[in-house]
């Protein structure tokens, strides 16, 4: 629920999902396994086995369904926030720029 300290104009659903990031940036393009920790209609955040992810980094995000009834997951975000979990993790928050 939507206290008064959380501004977010929208529920953010808790998943801790497995899924896979395509992440890409200038230089290249590579494919990370990763936790999508919380979904929201704006954004999702994941942790994911990394030192860091640099802020603007395009990902595909593809989070299959282990449900018949409920549909898997593909988007298109930006990567607007990254913290540090310890040396060779973090957890990003992305913006999600198109259902795929």
Do not use: H, W
């Not at 230089?27 to 603007?56: H, N, P, Q, W, Y």
């Not at 593809?62 to 990254?82: D, F, G």
């Not at 040396?87 to 795929?100: A, F, H, L, Y």
């Amino acid at each position: 629920m939507l206290g008064y300290d959380d501004k977010r104009n929208f529920f953010r659903m808790l998943l801790n999902s497995p899924c896979e990031l395509k992440l890409s940036d200038d230089e290249s393009t590579r494919t990370v396994s990763a936790v999508c920790k919380d979904i929201s209609a704006t954004g999702m955040s994941f942790e994911l086995d990394e030192a860091s992810v640099e802020i603007g980094t395009r990902i595909t995000v593809a989070i299959e369904s282990t449900s018949s009834q409920i549909p898997s997951l593909s988007a298109s975000a930006k990567v607007v926030r990254c913290e540090s979990v310890s040396d060779n993790s973090c957890v990003i928050g992305v913006e999600i720029t198109e259902m795929t």
